[in-house]
C-alpha cells in the first residue's frame, strides 16, 4: 500500500509536468527550498550552468561540484588524499569548486560546507544519457544516491545526447520536477534518476514513471596495434533498442522525460526454485 501511495503521488507530478511542456506554468513553489546542485561534468559544464539558473525561483541554490570532469565514477569516493575547495559567488549564488569525486563533493558539502542540510539534491545536468544498467557506471546517479544514503531527497538529471540538444529544456524538467515534489516528495531510501529526450520542450510528450531496464549493455572493444608494436584495445559502446514500453529505454527514444525511482537496498527477492539450495549454506561448516 505504500509503495502505491508513492506511485500515485509521482503520477500526480506526471500531470503536472505535462502542462508545464504545454507551456503553461506550474505556479511558484510552496515553499523555499534549499537545494543542493552537484554534477560529474564538472562544475564549468554547461548542464549545471543551465540547472543552476532553471532552479533561481524555487529557493536557495548552492553549487558544489568536482572541479574537473570525473564522468564514468559511479560511486567512487576521494579518501586517499587532502581535498582542496575554492568558494566563489556568482550572481547571488555560492559555487564550491571541489577537487573530489562526485559523491564525496555531496558528502563534504552536507558535512561541512553548508550551513544548513538541503531539501533536495539535485545531479546534473548530465552530457548524455544514464538509462538501464549504464546508471551502475554513473557518477552523476552516483552522486543523488550518495545524497540518499544521508537521508536526503535527490535525483539525477540526464539529457539524453550531448550534440545540438539544450540544457535549457532539461533543466526547466527538473525545475518542474523540483517544484511539484517541493521538500518531502521522495520518500527516504529512494532517490529519482530522470532522463529529458533530446527535444524542444514543445515536442516533449510529457512524463512517464519507468522501470530501469535490466539488460547489459552493448559494450565492445576494437583491437589495434600501438605505435610502439604494441597491442592496444579501444573501449566503446551503442545504445539499445528499447525494449517494453514501461522502461527507462523506451520511454526517452518515445519522446518522454524517464523518471525512474530507485533504491540503495541492494537485496534481491530469490527465486522458490535456487532457495533451497541457498538455505543450505546456512548449515555448512567452516571451523
Known sequence: MRYRRRALGIAILALVFAAACGGTSNGPAPESLNILVTNDDGIEAPGILALAEALRPLGTVTVAAPRDQKSGASHGVTSDRPISVHESERQGQRWIAIDALPATCVRLAVEELLP???DLVISGINRGENLGTVTFYSATVGAAREAAFLGLPAMAVNLATPNGASYETAA?????IAR???????ARGVYLNVNVPPLP????????ITRQDTRAPVDFFK???GPDGTVQYTPGWQ??????????IWAVRNGYVSVSVFGFDQSAAVPPSR??????????SLR
Do not use: F, M, Q, Y
Not at 172 to 176: G, N, V
Not at 201 to 208: A, P, Q, T, Y
Not at 239 to 248: E, F, N, V, Y
Not at 275 to 284: D, P, T
Open 239 to 248: 545504445h539499445l533498442d528499447p525494449a517494453g514500453p514501461d522502461t527507462d
Open 172 to 176: 526547466a524538467a527538473a525545475a518542474a
Open 201 to 208: 520542450r514543445e515536442r516533449l510528450k510529457g512524463i512517464r
Open 223 to 225: 583491437k589495434s596495434a
Open 116 to 118: 544548513v542540510r538541503p
Open 275 to 284: 532457495a533451497g539450495s541457498l538455505k543450505r549454506l546456512e548449515s555448512l
Open 180 to 186: 511539484a515534489l517541493g521538500k518531502n516528495g521522495i
